[in-house]
């Protein structure tokens, strides 16, 4: 069984940054980063709303970015999906691919994922004019006619926004 001080699930955004600031306080953190890591960013093309690269960046790459200077610092970045974790004791036990992981402490950051309707070419329009976050995309979309497709808050949400 593994131990390590701090563990974090998801690498997003928020999981590679809290795997920086982890690793910088020599905890030596390990990130569960899935089959897919990377989160939502890897799925997107052009991010211009984040700091320090005013040109944008391809989100793949800046995903890229992150989790090479996430490993920088110490973390150790496990490319398995978590099965199993249990809070019932310390310390915390965490099961990927059958094998058990120790930690003191835990942090998830799972993030979230769009719903999409599934319909034919949905996909391989994905970042060429359908996008399911009018907060991140909704500049590319300025003075244009627009579709909010859905019926729940977020759709409302997202339509206000725009």
Known sequence: MEYSRVAIIGSGPAGLTAAIYAG???????????????????????????????EGILGPDLMDKMRQQAIK???????????????????????????NYTVDSLIIATGAS??????QGEEKLIGKGVSSCATCDA??????????????DSAIEEALYL
């Open 114 to 119: 769009a719903k999409w309707l599934g319909v």
């Open 73 to 99: 610092f110490g973390a150790t970045l496990i490319d398995q999906d978590v099965s199993r974790v249990d809070l019932s004791k310390r310390p915390f036990t965490i099961t990927a691919e059958n094998k």
């Open 24 to 54: 910088r306080a020599d905890l030596k953190p390990i990130v569960f980063a899935g089959y897919q890591p990377g989160g939502q960013l890897t799925q997107t093309t052009e991010v211009e709303n984040f700091p320090g690269f005013p």
């Open 139 to 152: 500049f590319f979309f300025k003075n244009k006619n627009v579709i909010v497709v859905g019926g729940g």
